[in-house]
Protein backbone atom coordinates (compact mmCIF):
# COMPACT_ATOMS: atom_id res chain seq x y z
CA UNK A 1 0.00 0.00 0.00
CA UNK A 2 1.61 3.24 -1.10
CA UNK A 3 2.12 6.42 1.17
CA UNK A 4 -0.92 8.43 0.79
CA UNK A 5 -3.35 4.65 1.35
CA UNK A 6 -1.91 4.31 4.69
CA UNK A 7 -2.56 7.62 5.63
CA UNK A 8 -6.13 7.46 4.41
CA UNK A 9 -6.65 4.60 6.29
CA UNK A 10 -4.61 5.86 9.81
CA UNK A 11 -7.20 8.68 9.78
CA UNK A 12 -10.19 6.64 9.24
CA UNK A 13 -9.24 4.53 11.92
CA UNK A 14 -8.47 7.59 14.22
CA UNK A 15 -11.84 9.29 13.05
CA UNK A 16 -13.93 5.70 13.89
CA UNK A 17 -11.98 5.55 17.28
CA UNK A 18 -13.19 9.45 18.12
CA UNK A 19 -16.62 8.92 16.91
CA UNK A 20 -17.52 5.70 18.77
CA UNK A 21 -15.94 7.61 21.74
CA UNK A 22 -18.23 10.84 21.33
CA UNK A 23 -20.86 8.49 20.51
CA UNK A 24 -20.34 6.22 23.55
CA UNK A 25 -19.60 9.42 25.90
CA UNK A 26 -23.22 11.07 24.52
CA UNK A 27 -24.76 8.09 25.40
CA UNK A 28 -23.38 8.14 28.58
CA UNK A 29 -24.56 11.47 29.72
CA UNK A 30 -28.11 10.60 28.13
CA UNK A 31 -28.01 7.67 30.62
CA UNK A 32 -26.94 9.38 33.47
CA UNK A 33 -29.07 12.56 32.61
CA UNK A 34 -31.92 10.00 32.65
CA UNK A 35 -31.41 8.13 36.39
CA UNK A 36 -30.58 11.64 37.30
CA UNK A 37 -34.50 12.62 36.65
CA UNK A 38 -35.40 9.63 38.24
CA UNK A 39 -36.55 10.43 42.28
CA UNK A 40 -34.89 9.84 45.03
CA UNK A 41 -36.25 5.63 45.59
CA UNK A 42 -37.66 5.40 48.90
CA UNK A 43 -39.42 1.47 48.47
CA UNK A 44 -36.96 -0.57 49.78
CA UNK A 45 -36.81 -4.12 50.41
CA UNK A 46 -35.68 -5.17 53.32
CA UNK A 47 -35.13 -9.56 53.40
CA UNK A 48 -35.16 -10.83 56.75
CA UNK A 49 -35.36 -14.79 57.74
CA UNK A 50 -32.86 -16.79 59.68
CA UNK A 51 -29.35 -17.17 58.56
CA UNK A 52 -29.11 -20.02 55.77
CA UNK A 53 -32.82 -19.81 55.18
CA UNK A 54 -32.31 -18.43 51.65
CA UNK A 55 -31.95 -14.39 52.55
CA UNK A 56 -28.91 -13.59 50.47
CA UNK A 57 -30.15 -15.93 47.28
CA UNK A 58 -33.67 -14.13 47.76
CA UNK A 59 -31.94 -10.36 47.99
CA UNK A 60 -29.92 -11.12 44.76
CA UNK A 61 -32.70 -12.75 42.90
CA UNK A 62 -34.46 -9.17 43.26
CA UNK A 63 -31.63 -6.80 43.29
CA UNK A 64 -30.50 -7.86 39.80
CA UNK A 65 -33.92 -6.85 38.29
CA UNK A 66 -34.31 -3.46 36.61
CA UNK A 67 -34.09 -0.45 38.79
CA UNK A 68 -33.37 -2.70 41.92
CA UNK A 69 -29.79 -2.98 43.64
CA UNK A 70 -28.76 -5.69 46.32
CA UNK A 71 -26.94 -3.79 49.24
CA UNK A 72 -26.03 -7.21 50.48
CA UNK A 73 -25.61 -7.56 54.25
CA UNK A 74 -24.91 -3.92 56.02
CA UNK A 75 -21.83 -5.05 58.08
CA UNK A 76 -22.73 -1.10 59.74
CA UNK A 77 -25.94 -1.83 60.38
CA UNK A 78 -24.96 -5.53 61.33
CA UNK A 79 -22.86 -4.29 63.88
CA UNK A 80 -25.26 -1.31 65.08
CA UNK A 81 -28.36 -3.70 66.02
CA UNK A 82 -27.61 -5.83 69.01
CA UNK A 83 -27.34 -1.96 70.61
CA UNK A 84 -30.59 -0.75 68.88
CA UNK A 85 -32.77 -3.45 70.18
CA UNK A 86 -32.36 -2.15 73.81
CA UNK A 87 -33.29 1.46 72.43
CA UNK A 88 -37.00 3.10 71.45
CA UNK A 89 -38.30 2.62 68.12
CA UNK A 90 -37.75 5.85 67.28
CA UNK A 91 -34.15 6.16 67.66
CA UNK A 92 -33.53 2.75 66.52
CA UNK A 93 -35.41 4.29 62.55
CA UNK A 94 -33.27 7.07 63.00
CA UNK A 95 -30.17 4.99 63.27
CA UNK A 96 -31.20 2.85 60.33
CA UNK A 97 -32.42 5.70 58.32
CA UNK A 98 -28.56 7.58 58.79
CA UNK A 99 -26.71 4.07 57.93
CA UNK A 100 -28.76 3.04 55.03
CA UNK A 101 -28.85 6.20 52.86
CA UNK A 102 -25.39 6.90 53.80
CA UNK A 103 -24.40 3.42 52.11
CA UNK A 104 -26.81 4.16 49.55
CA UNK A 105 -24.76 7.97 48.92
CA UNK A 106 -21.59 6.34 48.70
CA UNK A 107 -22.62 3.75 46.00
CA UNK A 108 -24.49 6.60 44.26
CA UNK A 109 -27.65 4.03 44.48
CA UNK A 110 -30.06 6.74 46.47
CA UNK A 111 -32.54 6.61 42.99
CA UNK A 112 -32.62 2.74 42.80
CA UNK A 113 -34.55 0.64 45.12
CA UNK A 114 -31.84 -1.11 47.81
CA UNK A 115 -32.41 -4.58 48.56
CA UNK A 116 -31.37 -5.00 51.90
CA UNK A 117 -30.49 -8.24 53.57
CA UNK A 118 -29.16 -8.28 56.95
CA UNK A 119 -30.81 -11.48 58.94
CA UNK A 120 -30.49 -9.27 61.77
CA UNK A 121 -32.92 -6.40 60.65
CA UNK A 122 -35.61 -8.54 61.70
CA UNK A 123 -35.33 -8.05 64.85
CA UNK A 124 -35.77 -4.23 64.58
CA UNK A 125 -38.23 -4.42 61.72
CA UNK A 126 -40.65 -2.20 62.47
CA UNK A 127 -38.05 0.58 62.92
CA UNK A 128 -36.89 -0.40 59.56
CA UNK A 129 -40.18 -0.12 57.83
CA UNK A 130 -40.66 3.06 60.02
CA UNK A 131 -37.47 4.49 58.85
CA UNK A 132 -38.81 3.90 54.99
CA UNK A 133 -42.74 4.35 55.15
CA UNK A 134 -42.92 3.23 51.02
CA UNK A 135 -40.11 -0.11 51.74
CA UNK A 136 -41.27 -3.98 51.72
CA UNK A 137 -40.38 -6.68 53.75
CA UNK A 138 -39.58 -9.97 52.42
CA UNK A 139 -39.83 -12.99 55.13
CA UNK A 140 -37.78 -16.34 53.73
CA UNK A 141 -39.17 -19.11 55.68
CA UNK A 142 -37.38 -22.62 55.43
CA UNK A 143 -37.40 -25.57 57.28
CA UNK A 144 -35.71 -25.23 60.56
CA UNK A 145 -34.31 -28.90 60.54
CA UNK A 146 -32.62 -27.74 57.07
CA UNK A 147 -31.04 -24.51 58.23
CA UNK A 148 -29.67 -26.57 61.70
CA UNK A 149 -27.70 -28.81 59.18
CA UNK A 150 -26.47 -25.68 57.38
CA UNK A 151 -25.66 -24.03 60.32
CA UNK A 152 -23.73 -26.76 61.88
CA UNK A 153 -21.74 -26.92 58.58
CA UNK A 154 -20.53 -23.85 59.09
CA UNK A 155 -19.97 -23.60 62.94
CA UNK A 156 -20.65 -20.18 64.07
CA UNK A 157 -22.43 -21.08 67.06
CA UNK A 158 -19.85 -24.02 67.89
CA UNK A 159 -17.03 -23.37 70.17
CA UNK A 160 -14.58 -24.96 67.30
CA UNK A 161 -14.74 -21.38 65.87
CA UNK A 162 -15.07 -18.73 69.51
CA UNK A 163 -12.02 -17.45 68.50
CA UNK A 164 -13.09 -16.04 65.00
CA UNK A 165 -15.71 -13.16 64.08
CA UNK A 166 -17.73 -11.99 60.75
CA UNK A 167 -17.20 -9.19 59.07
CA UNK A 168 -18.69 -6.96 61.36
CA UNK A 169 -16.97 -8.22 64.04
CA UNK A 170 -19.20 -9.96 65.90
CA UNK A 171 -18.01 -12.98 67.35
CA UNK A 172 -18.76 -16.60 66.77
CA UNK A 173 -18.79 -19.34 69.53
CA UNK A 174 -21.20 -20.38 72.21
CA UNK A 175 -21.65 -17.34 73.72
CA UNK A 176 -25.48 -15.33 74.11
CA UNK A 177 -26.41 -13.46 71.38
CA UNK A 178 -28.10 -10.17 72.11
CA UNK A 179 -31.40 -12.45 70.30
CA UNK A 180 -31.12 -15.34 73.36
CA UNK A 181 -33.70 -14.82 75.93
CA UNK A 182 -31.84 -13.15 79.60
CA UNK A 183 -33.57 -15.40 81.77
CA UNK A 184 -32.06 -18.98 79.50
CA UNK A 185 -28.31 -17.38 78.48
CA UNK A 186 -26.51 -19.61 80.86
CA UNK A 187 -28.52 -22.32 79.44
CA UNK A 188 -27.83 -21.38 75.85
CA UNK A 189 -23.83 -21.73 76.75
CA UNK A 190 -23.93 -24.94 77.94
CA UNK A 191 -26.61 -26.79 75.16
CA UNK A 192 -25.77 -28.73 72.11
CA UNK A 193 -24.81 -26.97 68.99
CA UNK A 194 -27.99 -28.48 67.31
CA UNK A 195 -30.24 -26.89 69.54
CA UNK A 196 -28.66 -23.67 69.82
CA UNK A 197 -28.61 -23.61 66.23
CA UNK A 198 -32.72 -24.88 66.51
CA UNK A 199 -32.99 -21.77 69.07
CA UNK A 200 -31.44 -19.01 66.34
CA UNK A 201 -34.16 -20.33 63.70
CA UNK A 202 -36.24 -19.85 66.19
CA UNK A 203 -35.83 -16.27 67.05
CA UNK A 204 -35.05 -15.28 64.16
CA UNK A 205 -38.48 -16.31 62.56
CA UNK A 206 -40.64 -15.17 65.59
CA UNK A 207 -38.60 -11.71 64.93
CA UNK A 208 -39.64 -11.64 61.19
CA UNK A 209 -42.83 -12.16 61.83
CA UNK A 210 -43.89 -8.70 63.38
CA UNK A 211 -45.00 -6.69 60.86
CA UNK A 212 -47.37 -9.49 59.18
CA UNK A 213 -48.91 -6.14 57.52
CA UNK A 214 -46.20 -5.40 55.17
CA UNK A 215 -44.63 -8.45 55.06
CA UNK A 216 -44.60 -10.85 52.10
CA UNK A 217 -43.55 -14.35 53.02
CA UNK A 218 -41.60 -17.03 51.05
CA UNK A 219 -41.08 -20.66 51.35
CA UNK A 220 -37.92 -21.63 50.04
CA UNK A 221 -39.04 -25.17 49.55
CA UNK A 222 -41.96 -23.64 47.45
CA UNK A 223 -39.31 -21.38 45.49
CA UNK A 224 -37.77 -24.73 44.94
CA UNK A 225 -40.63 -26.36 43.63
CA UNK A 226 -42.79 -23.67 41.87
CA UNK A 227 -41.08 -20.54 41.86
CA UNK A 228 -44.08 -18.66 39.30
CA UNK A 229 -46.64 -19.11 42.29
CA UNK A 230 -44.17 -18.41 45.14
CA UNK A 231 -43.50 -15.38 44.00
CA UNK A 232 -46.67 -14.09 42.29
CA UNK A 233 -48.00 -12.27 45.45
CA UNK A 234 -44.06 -10.78 45.89
CA UNK A 235 -44.31 -9.41 41.85
CA UNK A 236 -47.61 -8.21 42.45
CA UNK A 237 -46.13 -6.14 45.93
CA UNK A 238 -43.29 -4.63 43.82
CA UNK A 239 -45.00 -3.98 40.50
CA UNK A 240 -42.74 -6.25 38.65
CA UNK A 241 -43.40 -8.69 36.01
CA UNK A 242 -43.98 -12.51 37.27
CA UNK A 243 -42.49 -14.11 34.52
CA UNK A 244 -39.31 -11.70 35.46
CA UNK A 245 -39.17 -12.77 38.75
CA UNK A 246 -40.06 -16.32 38.69
CA UNK A 247 -37.08 -16.83 36.15
CA UNK A 248 -35.05 -14.45 38.55
CA UNK A 249 -35.84 -17.14 40.98
CA UNK A 250 -35.23 -20.09 39.05
CA UNK A 251 -31.66 -21.43 40.18
CA UNK A 252 -32.82 -21.73 43.52
CA UNK A 253 -30.86 -25.37 45.00
CA UNK A 254 -33.16 -28.37 45.67
CA UNK A 255 -30.74 -30.49 46.68
CA UNK A 256 -30.68 -28.46 50.41
CA UNK A 257 -34.52 -29.51 50.60
CA UNK A 258 -35.32 -32.32 53.36
CA UNK A 259 -31.31 -32.83 54.15
CA UNK A 260 -32.15 -32.99 57.68
CA UNK A 261 -33.38 -36.39 57.12
CA UNK A 262 -29.68 -37.60 56.04
CA UNK A 263 -27.65 -35.30 58.07
CA UNK A 264 -29.09 -35.08 61.60
CA UNK A 265 -28.86 -37.62 64.11
CA UNK A 266 -31.44 -39.22 66.07
CA UNK A 267 -29.85 -37.43 69.00
CA UNK A 268 -29.40 -33.72 66.95
CA UNK A 269 -33.48 -34.00 66.03
CA UNK A 270 -34.44 -34.45 69.40
CA UNK A 271 -32.49 -31.24 70.25
CA UNK A 272 -33.83 -29.77 67.66
CA UNK A 273 -37.61 -30.80 68.23
CA UNK A 274 -37.44 -29.99 71.91
CA UNK A 275 -36.28 -26.18 70.88
CA UNK A 276 -38.57 -25.57 68.37
CA UNK A 277 -40.69 -28.07 67.62
CA UNK A 278 -43.47 -25.70 68.23
CA UNK A 279 -42.88 -23.33 65.56
CA UNK A 280 -41.87 -26.00 63.12
CA UNK A 281 -45.26 -27.67 63.19
CA UNK A 282 -47.11 -23.95 63.15
CA UNK A 283 -45.50 -23.60 60.44
CA UNK A 284 -46.22 -26.94 58.73
CA UNK A 285 -42.69 -28.61 58.86
CA UNK A 286 -44.12 -31.98 60.10
Same mark, same amino acid.
Given at each position: MHEVGIVHVVRQAAWAASAYGRTAVRVAVRGTEARLRRPMEERL +? %??VGSPRSGTSFTAGAIGDLPA %???LGE +?? !?LKA?? &?DLVERPEGEQAEEIRHVLQRVRGLAFVRRLRGVEQTPETGFVLGAALRAFPSATAVHVVRDGRDVV?? !?LERGWLSARRGDESDDAQLSYGVHPRFWVERERRDEFVRASDARRAAWAW???VDAARAEPARTIELRYEELV?? &?GAATESLAHTLG????ELATAFSSAHADSVGRWHRDLTPQQLADVEAEAGDLLAELGYR
Open positions: +V %FV %FVD +VP !LAI &PCS !LRRYSD &PVGAD
